[in-house]
């Protein structure tokens, strides 16, 4: 398990080519991966990218972007499950959930150490004001994910088209993620077979035949001395079997020890059904979550989930994390005879398991297959017209996001069987828009970093507050 050695046939390369992979060096970079992954999956898909394509050169950029088409395919964090794929593609399973599992641990930490102070310290007016400029300062996080989405993904018209319908779909007529991720796929999928010239896209090569000095990852999978990338029934039921006993093992422990009125039971099993429908990752699905925590559960408070993203931007990892801070917060307010702390870091650990755990199961039981139809066009074309509708719909969560942030109300409208939501013009929050205005600034014309325009947005909503202090 230490080293991979790549070795190409003869009959494809003169002479026999080595290129050994240290287990112990992927290890240390996948550590560098997990602490430079700020900026939601757009900036940590860039850190992967700049690691692993460009300056180790061990995987290709068509492998890479064939492997992130898939994970945008799959529900839950995609630049997670990219790690965890690239890490399989280098040393199988072993390197797969190591590369998986550290992406996640920083993160983990930073978000509990954050939940803590956040669920301890809330009340204080100093936290209040500070929350108060973080806020629109994650409008405009989610509006550069977007664009910086968008201009991977919509590559013709087609494309563009897809995102636009994706955002009428769910913004206008409340469809399900499932069911436009779904009728994206099944479009792409043929319409690449019915009208190929609309749906082109540029593809990576099609020839299966190893380049002798290409990327380490190819030139191995290439040369087809490998075994671990060729799908099998016995593996995919073995995979199956032991990822889905992992996932439900805690759910069934906690129902049979706490019944199911517990809030951890709840969370177990909330946070599965939403490891299952988060497609398009963190973003396409906090609206969702967030109505669900509020009006159903209780867990949060109405905009506390804004509160969280902001937490999850400022961390390393997987915004998906934010789930983590939801389910703090629910085991905190409801500890039953636990210590509140206890309950709420027993509830995180219960939320991030079931979240992540389920991430490991689609790659490796998927992985396999979609290698075997790499640079096939119809799949090509799938995959990439779920990439473009996922813009739509994280164009849905920015839109949703402003919405309940800059206006105090909103009046539902039906129209032609939309729903329209129309904000009352004298509710605005101006103090929340300037601050909202200045973030869109520093992040598009100044290209101020993520980092520094959360910070110094949160310090304006300080300087605001404490100018409205000291002047009443």
Request: aromatic share 12%; charged share 10%; glycine share 8%.
């Amino acid at each position: 398990m230490d080293n991979h050695y790549v070795t190409s046939e003869k009959s494809e390369c003169e002479g026999t080519l080595s290129v050994p992979i240290s287990f112990r060096e992927a290890f240390w970079v996948w550590v560098k991966v997990a602490l430079n992954s700020f900026g939601g999956p757009a900036g940590q898909i860039s850190v992967m990218h700049r690691y692993l394509v460009e300056e180790k050169r061990w995987i290709s950029e068509s492998r890479f972007l064939h492997a992130l088409n898939y994970c945008m395919l799959l529900p839950g964090p995609e630049a997670q499950q990219l790690a965890t794929y690239i890490g399989w593609l280098l040393h199988r399973t072993p390197g797969g959930i190591v590369a998986g599992t550290l992406f996640v641990i920083p993160g983990f930490l930073f978000m509990l150490l954050l939940s803590i102070l956040y669920a301890g310290y809330h009340n204080l007016s100093i936290v209040q004001w500070l929350f108060f400029g973080l806020k629109p300062a994650v409008l405009a996080i989610v509006l550069e994910a977007v664009l910086r989405i968008g201009r991977r993904a919509l590559k013709n018209r087609t494309m563009v088209a897809f995102a636009a319908l994706a955002f009428v779909a769910i913004f206008f007529y409340d469809v399900p993620f499932p069911i436009i991720i779904l009728s994206a796929a099944v479009i792409g999928f043929l319409g690449q077979r019915v009208m190929p010239q609309a749906f082109a896209l540029k593809h990576g090569t099609t020839d299966n035949k190893p380049d002798c000095n290409g990327p380490a990852v190819d030139v191995m999978l290439d040369s087809g001395n490998v075994s671990h990338v060729r799908p099998s029934l016995s593996g995919s039921l073995r995979v199956l079997l032991v990822w889905s006993s992992l996932w439900f093992a805690p759910i069934i422990v906690i129902y049979l020890f706490l019944g199911s009125q517990s809030v951890f039971f709840q969370q177990g099993v909330f946070f599965s059904q939403t490891a299952v429908v988060t497609f398009g990752g963190a973003y396409a699905v906090l609206a969702y979550v967030a109505q669900q925590a509020v009006e159903s559960y209780g867990w949060l408070k109405p905009g506390e989930m804004l509160d969280g993203l902001g937490l999850a931007e400022t961390t390393p990892g997987p915004l998906i994390l934010v789930l983590q801070f939801v389910g703090f917060l629910g085991g905190y307010r409801n500890p039953g005879t636990l210590d509140p702390l206890l309950a709420g870091t027993l509830a995180s650990v219960i939320t991030v398991w079931v979240t992540f755990v389920p991430c490991f199961l689609w790659i490796f039981l998927g992985a396999p297959y979609i290698e075997t139809l790499r640079g096939n066009r119809s799949l090509s074309t799938a995959m990439s017209s779920i990439t473009a509708a996922v813009v739509g719909v994280v164009l849905n969560l920015a839109v949703w996001f402003t919405l309940n942030t800059i206006f105090g109300s909103l009046r539902n409208v039906k129209f032609f069987g939309a729903n329209l939501q129309i904000p009352v013009i004298e509710t605005i929050n101006w103090p929340s828009l300037v601050i909202a205005i200045v973030a869109l600034l520093a992040l598009f014309k100044f290209k101020i970093g993520m980092i520094y325009t959360i910070a110094g947005c949160a310090l304006l909503g300080v300087a605001y507050h404490l100018l409205i202090t000291l002047m009443s």
